[in-house]
């Protein structure tokens, strides 16, 4: 915080001193700082890693006492870890302890906290819904903090305040938040206010919306994902720090049973979580996990491709399992559970007054209301009889999933070489389609195996590659 102090508030500073000057030196700590600032955001709803962040700009480290031992103090007043600065008025509306400011560092973080919540509380603008919890929300009142003046307009300054900060939670908290958009930041004419910000927008969009991953609580459902460039799994280890004993995929479902812990070192400013899972149980950075839709830690699906492709389905409330905690991923799907996977996935819907042709479906049939818009839709039921609860084979899933995805599939240009299937064959479009996208495999040595029924298993494999295409291409 920058500010101009007054005549108050540099007396209580001269008492700190000398309150510091009569007893022994203090010492940095870096990790217990951290602690302290991560609890204190737990406790306030504020996310850890703009305190962490702030706290590492105010002072080029967590620093609270200089090498005498005493609090930091800045030319322009700023005091400790946070850099505070209070008004007279500020002191008394607050009942604000400048002794305990300068050398209790709990209390001084405390009422940095409090004041960064101040400035959320001003009339400036809202970013995304404003979610406490989203980092992106923070902008303003993380600009706040440090002042509304020209200095910190991100139009003139890359070196802004709170583009610092922003960095800072990008680096060392090891999280993608995006780019700060471009903002409209006006300035009064007259001299006593031509370097004071207003906003004439009052609500901005950023480009991504993240929640702190630091507020997790006990009991949270999470899954694996980051987006660490030349990495593609998640690893936990023995303990915080420790040996990796296992490296999981993206969107592998966990449990979290313990934490936060703080990494290690000054410039990490994320914490590990223990967790559990199918693989067992382990420590993960939060910089590898997201918040997960309630997802069902199935007992039957060990860590791999069916373990996270299910995982996938059911943060999208696609896909779910058997009320006993099982998946079953080698029982044979049913025709009529692939039409339900279909119509939540693409949020499909038919007409009040559609009447279904197909001479085997009526309302008693079960999956009726599935099987009639996948019908509408000209997905099923193309040559009658729709077989409701018969078991779908690959040919028939080629054939759904081409249409359904019709939008979302390359065509191959070239014919490809399939050892089962023939050009000339009446589902050799279909397939061809779907393995020349990467659905499933299948070239001149390997079989599709067009009449096999489809395992729960392997539709959520191809159904997530299916999904994962759309949102690529349509994101």
């Not at 737990?42 to 090498?67: D, R, T």
């Not at 300068?102 to 001003?122: F, G, M, S, T």
Request: glycine share 8%.
């Amino acid at each position: 915080m920058k500010k101009k102090w007054t005549g108050i508030t540099a007396a209580a500073l001269a008492l700190s001193l000398v309150s510091v000057n009569s007893a022994s030196a203090e010492e940095n700590d870096t990790q217990a700082f951290k602690k302290m600032l991560t609890e204190t955001g737990i406790e306030k709803g504020i996310p850890p890693e703009v305190l962490k962040a702030i706290a590492y700009k105010e002072n080029g480290g967590f620093n609270h006492y200089n090498e005498e031992g005493q609090p930091v103090v800045s030319d322009d007043g700023g005091i400790g870890l946070m850099q505070l600065t209070f008004t007279a008025d500020e002191i008394e509306r607050y009942n604000i302890d400048m002794d305990r400011i300068a050398n209790d560092v709990d209390y001084h973080i405390e009422q940095a906290a409090d004041h960064l919540l101040r400035k959320k509380a001003l009339n400036l603008p809202i970013v995304n819904d404003g979610e406490m919890r989203d980092l992106e929300s923070w902008y303003f009142a993380v600009m706040a903090y440090n002042g509304l003046s020209q200095i910190n307009d991100p139009n003139t300054n890359d070196d802004a305040y709170q583009e610092d900060v922003y960095d800072y939670i990008r680096n060392n908290s090891v999280i993608p938040v995006g780019e700060t958009p471009e903002l409209e930041i006006n300035f009064g004419d007259t001299e006593e206010d031509r370097l004071i910000m207003s906003f004439p927008d009052r609500d901005y969009t950023w480009p991504t919306e993240t929640p702190s991953m630091q507020l997790a609580a006990n009991g949270s459902s999470v899954y694996t994902f980051h987006e660490h460039e030349g990495f593609d799994t998640s690893n936990v280890r023995s303990e915080v720090g420790g040996e990796v004993i296992a490296s999981l995929n993206h969107y592998t479902p966990l449990e979290i049973t313990a934490g936060p812990f703080e990494a290690a070192g000054e410039a990490n400013h994320y914490v590990f979580y223990k967790v559990k899972g199918n693989f067992g149980e382990g420590y993960i950075a939060s910089s590898n996990l997201q918040y997960g839709n309630d997802l069902t830690i199935f007992s039957d699906l060990s860590p791999g491709e069916f373990e996270t492709a299910v995982a996938y389905l059911q943060q999208r409330d696609v896909i779910n399992g058997y009320e006993d905690g099982t998946y079953k991923p080698f029982n044979v799907l049913q025709r009529r559970h692939a039409a339900a996977l279909i119509v939540r996935a693409l949020d499909l819907e038919m007409p009040e007054d559609y009447e279904v042709t197909s001479p085997d479906l009526t309302p008693e049939t079960p999956g009726y209301q599935d099987l009639a818009i996948m019908e509408y839709h000209g997905i099923m039921g193309r040559g009658g009889q729709m077989n409701a609860q018969a078991p779908l084979n690959r040919s028939q899933m080629a054939s759904m999933l081409n249409r359904s995805f019709e939008a979302v599939y390359e065509v191959p240009e070239e014919d490809l070489k399939i050892k089962d299937i023939g050009t000339d064959d009446l589902i050799y479009d279909d397939i061809a389609v779907i393995v020349h996208n990467g659905i499933t495999n299948a070239d001149e040595n390997t079989a599709f195996n067009p009449w096999n029924s489809v395992t729960r298993g392997q539709y959520a494999l191809f159904f997530e590659r299916s999904i994962r295409l759309m949102e690529e291409k349509f994101e």
